[in-house]
């Protein structure tokens, strides 16, 4: 299955932590680009961290010191850990993926990428 599938999000309190998980199968469809985008009500979709299968990653402003992208190869997993959350944090978050090569970069926007998950809701209460 080339979808992604996101799971993890909930509800948590300014300050707290949360562990989104994506089950990606980067490895097993020539996938080389992955991201976390997430989606406020009456907002644009918005590029929160993209990792690279090479190990290469970049985040949002609004994330950067705070969520960390990784993944797992042998698990064919994406994770986003987020730390010292804030309400302005709160969207759906998605999953998405894309071909692409070993030294090219990521897409940083949305179009770029070919697959993408269900989404998964979290929410920062103040």
């Known amino acids: 299955q080339v979808q992604p599938v996101e799971s993890g999000g909930g509800s948590v309190q300014a300050g707290g932590s949360l562990r989104l998980s994506c089950a990606a199968s980067a490895y097993t469809y020539n996938i080389y680009c992955l991201a976390w985008f997430r989606q406020a009500p009456g907002k644009e979709r918005e590029g929160v961290s993209f990792?690279?299968?090479?190990?290469?990653?970049s985040y949002g402003d609004s994330v950067k010191g705070r969520f960390t992208i990784s993944k797992d190869k042998a698990k064919n997993m994406l994770y986003l850990q987020m730390d010292s959350l804030k309400p302005e944090d709160t969207a759906m978050y998605y999953c998405a993926t894309v071909g692409g090569s070993w030294f090219g970069p990521c897409p940083l926007f949305s179009a770029g990428y070919k697959y993408w998950g269900q989404g998964t809701q979290v929410t920062v209460s103040s």
């Open positions: 990792i690279h299968t090479a190990g290469r990653t």
